[in-house]
């Protein structure tokens, strides 16, 4: 997700910008869906799983309102 958010930072213009924040939401949901899985099988058992998985909701809210704001406004986050 990391990557994906640099290379949005020099995205070419408003869309590639949009289209590489999207993709980095995506990866983080995929995340998401993992660090479920590790919980829900019991794969491990450490308090750290609820805190990654409360964390990894919490940077998927920001990325999908960044979305959302990019979109209704056209600000690149290069002008931050």
Do not use: P
Not at 23 to 28: G, N, P, Q, R, S
Not at 32 to 51: F, H, M, N, P, Q
Request: charged share 30%; glycine share 4%; proline share 0%.
């Amino acid at each position: 997700m990391g990557a994906h958010l640099q290379e949005a930072r020099a995205g070419e213009s408003r869309a590639d910008f949009i289209h590489k924040i999207q993709v980095a939401l995506k990866e983080l949901r995929e995340v998401g869906y993992w660090l479920k899985l590790v919980t829900k099988a019991r794969v491990a058992e450490d308090a750290s799983l609820a805190r990654l998985s409360d964390e990894c909701e919490q940077l998927t809210a920001m990325l999908a309102q960044s979305v959302i704001t990019a979109k209704r406004n056209g600000i690149l986050i290069s002008e931050f």
